[in-house]
């Protein structure tokens, strides 16, 4: 089945430490988003891709990095300069046609300790 | 900046019952998108509608838009207890980002 793996479910940080988040897609879409949701929000936009080796900022990337060296991956690293990191984070995908929808996983959630 | 603004914030029906959900938009857009996430999940995409077209049906969904007045709503007719969601409309201004508004929580009682 096609999909889109978001890894881990659920993630824990200690203060000043960076996390990775594995965003996995097999569906063949050359567009990859990270979006940030906090409760009873909508979903804000960190960083996307369009293709291999580019990505663009979003509304809200202070804090964050990512990297796009495959076509099927787009990890996203929460750095200690975020300082209210306690969030979920969603990964999406799409084709590049402006006219089709995105693709969401099922988010991984992380907490501060 | 938030694209769409639902309205209302929270929704609660009967089993059987219509619901409805507006939403409005800041700027133009491309296309308006509706999804729907069932708590603690993903987002699962709805309906498309493209600022060229005034209406789309989708089984028990149909959805409109009025770009003159920078609106859309979403009717989901005899609701289920199993469409108890978030609804989020999200429009596309250039060809590639997406701005979610805030949602709308629809539960539906048996």
């Known amino acids: 089945d096609g999909g889109i793996t978001q890894s881990p479910k659920y993630l824990f940080r200690k203060e000043g430490q960076n996390v990775t988040l594995s965003c996995e897609q097999n569906?063949?879409?050359?567009?990859m988003y990270w979006y940030r949701q906090d409760p009873g929000q909508g979903l804000r936009l960190i960083y996307y891709?369009?293709?291999?080796?580019?990505?663009q900022k979003g509304d809200i990337a202070e804090g964050y990095s990512v990297s796009r060296e495959k076509k099927e991956s787009f990890p996203l690293t929460v750095t200690s300069a975020q300082k209210n990191p306690t969030a979920f984070y969603l990964c999406?995908?799409?084709?590049?046609?402006?006219?089709?929808?995105?693709?969401f996983g099922d988010g991984t959630r992380l907490s501060i300790l | 900046s938030q694209q769409g603004e639902e309205d209302p914030q929270a929704l609660s029906i009967q089993e059987g019952e219509n619901a409805t959900m507006n939403c409005s938009y800041k700027t133009s857009i491309n296309n308006l998108q509706w999804y729907r996430q069932n708590s603690g999940r993903g987002l699962v995409h709805l309906i498309l509608i493209r600022s060229n077209e005034r209406e789309k049906h989708s089984g028990r969904l149909r959805v409109t838009l009025d770009t003159s007045k920078k609106s859309s709503s979403l009717l989901i007719t005899a609701s289920r207890a199993a469409d108890t969601a978030s609804y989020f409309c999200a429009g596309l201004s250039g060809y590639s980002t997406l701005t979610f508004g805030k949602g709308t929580m629809l539960l539906v009682s048996p």
């Open positions: 999406a995908s799409k084709v590049t046609s402006s006219n089709q929808p995105q693709h």
């Open positions: 891709s369009q293709i291999v080796n580019d990505f």
């Open positions: 569906l063949n879409h050359d567009a």
